[in-house]
């Protein structure tokens, strides 16, 4: 819908952190002409901070926003990103990569996975698929260079993502709001105004007094959910059933090992350790089932697990897994925590905080909230939240762990039909299921589809032309070039000591 100059939006932004300032970001640099945008947010309420790895798409909308990324890293500390690993999984001892990428060379009528799972089901000695994908590879040996698409070929075929201080993002991005135009206002809110004919909100009134007027309302107050859940009263689906860990407990430390360039993610007896390497210090989480573990023994696990001295005492965080039933509602938009929450098992609350912006400023209204924008923003955010609650709860029912009652749950607990779907067609087929929207392609799903010992039963039948000998041999040369090549590249820490060093704290 077109415009026009007089028909300035006021956009009221209700709670800061991340989500906030990316909000007031994204709306002040692409949108300077449709909307004024005020923030505001308290220090009195803490953010959660824990944030701190994110999705290839992240790159994407910073380069939007016309952020450098050098400057981008080094002001908020960050690492490079080639992927996630997952250790002890599908079985105690199991390590494999998730990876920014594709396995084999990324080209071709039939995805390479198709070729590999014919000849392990051959029983034919294979290398693991981690090795046969660029960057695992890379990520494996810790190593970085930018994918080189000019010249095409291996080093092509993968993407990156970020690791970094989520404390430092927000305010890196405030700054960037601020200069084009945003107004912050220090203040909590104590009262919403609702129309009395049609329930929109029209005012905030803050602890001073002060009534702030707008036209849209983004909350992102966390998981409070000020405006969305609790004003309006927005359903709350729970999805704890399917993913039961409401509880993380994290603690920084000193960095004692290799800078590396992927996230880890460990499984522990009621639910698995995260470790993110930062230019300056290490991030590291339990994330768990309060049904199966204190919130005592949790904290003393991470203790006992860290590689270094620790930076700050263990911090509980409380949550729960779902979404609500919408996430516009009138003319409220809640995006990041306020809108739902997934665990952050595959680094995915930056992306939805993302994708929810994104959609917005496409459908950005007028005052007159039109009932077809709202409509086709909840859609969006519904189907990433529902194909990502899916890919999650796949991590954990995936796997022959019976050592504790934590997997022994997850292992045998219902899932969804809409997995239970994917899941039949990758075991009799090996096809994975494609999606025109939605954040995890073929190569994710087949990660950890592998990586976690589901092997199919068939495969493509083209596959079967080639002779066995033939693919073995081409499968070796395949690893070999790949080792190679990657050999060629620089550590991660000097690359990332040459190209973006941290900016020391003002």
């Not at 026009?4 to 007031?24: C, K, L, Q, S, Y």
């Not at 080189?148 to 927000?170: C, E, I, M, N, V």
């Not at 309060?290 to 991470?302: E, K, M, N, P, V």
């Amino acid at each position: 819908m077109t415009k026009v100059t007089n028909d300035v939006v006021r956009v009221v932004i209700v709670g800061g952190g991340t989500a906030g300032w990316m909000a007031g970001a994204a709306l002040t640099r692409l949108l300077s002409n449709q909307c004024k945008v005020r923030l505001i947010e308290s220090e009195a309420i803490g953010v959660v901070g824990v944030g701190e790895a994110t999705l290839p798409h992240i790159r994407a909308f910073n380069e939007r926003l016309g952020i450098p990324e050098a400057e981008f890293m080094a002001r908020t500390r960050a690492t490079f990103k080639l992927g996630i690993e997952f250790r002890d999984w599908g079985r105690i001892g199991d390590s494999y990569i998730h990876p920014f990428g594709t396995f084999g060379r990324g080209t071709g009528a039939i995805d390479f996975h198709h070729y590999w799972s014919r000849l392990a089901r051959e029983g034919k000695d294979l290398p693991p698929l981690d090795q046969l994908s660029y960057a695992c590879t890379l990520a494996r040996e810790a190593r970085f260079e930018h994918p080189d698409h000019a010249r095409g070929g291996l080093s092509s075929t993968f993407g990156y993502a970020y690791q970094f201080d989520a404390l430092l993002f927000a305010p890196y991005l405030r700054s960037l709001a601020e200069d084009a135009g945003a107004v912050r206002t220090e203040g909590m809110v104590v009262d919403v105004a609702r129309d009395g004919e049609n329930g929109l909100i029209r005012a905030v009134t803050l602890a001073d007094g002060e009534r702030v007027e707008g036209d849209l309302f983004i909350d992102c107050s966390g998981f409070r959910s000020l405006l969305l859940g609790q004003t309006l009263g927005e359903p709350f689906e729970d999805w704890s059933k399917w993913l039961p860990t409401d509880r993380a407990v994290a603690m920084p430390c000193r960095t004692e090992t290799a800078v590396t360039p992927y996230t880890s993610a460990i499984a522990m007896p009621a639910g698995w350790r995260w470790r993110i390497p930062l230019q300056h210090r290490t991030g590291n989480g339990y994330v768990y089932a309060s049904d199966f573990i204190t919130d005592a023994a949790a904290a003393r696990a991470l203790e006992d697990a860290v590689e270094g001295e620790k930076l700050a005492e263990p911090r509980l965080l409380r949550f729960k897994a779902g979404r609500r039933r919408r996430s516009w509602v009138g003319n409220c938009v809640a995006i990041g925590l306020a809108s739902g929450f997934l665990e952050p098992l595959e680094s995915t609350s930056i992306y939805l905080v993302q994708q929810a912006i994104t959609a917005l400023i496409e459908l950005f209204p007028s005052r007159q909230m039109e009932a077809s924008d709202r409509d086709e923003f909840n859609r969006i955010i519904d189907l990433e939240y529902d194909r990502i609650r899916d890919f999650l709860i796949l991590h954990y029912h995936a796997t022959s762990r019976d050592d504790s009652p934590f997997w022994n749950y997850v292992r045998t607990m219902p899932i969804p039909d809409s997995l239970a779907e994917k899941l039949e067609l990758w075991r009799r087929r090996g096809r994975v299921v494609k999606y025109r929207e939605g954040v995890f392609l073929d190569a994710s799903w087949i990660a950890v589809y592998l990586g976690q010992g589901v092997l199919p039963e068939g495969w493509d039948p083209r596959a079967d032309v080639a002779g066995t000998h033939d693919l073995l041999h081409a499968v070796a040369a395949l690893r070999a070039e790949i080792a190679a090549d990657v050999a060629l590249r620089p550590d991660h820490r000097t690359f990332l000591e040459r190209y973006c060093p941290m900016v020391a704290a003002a």
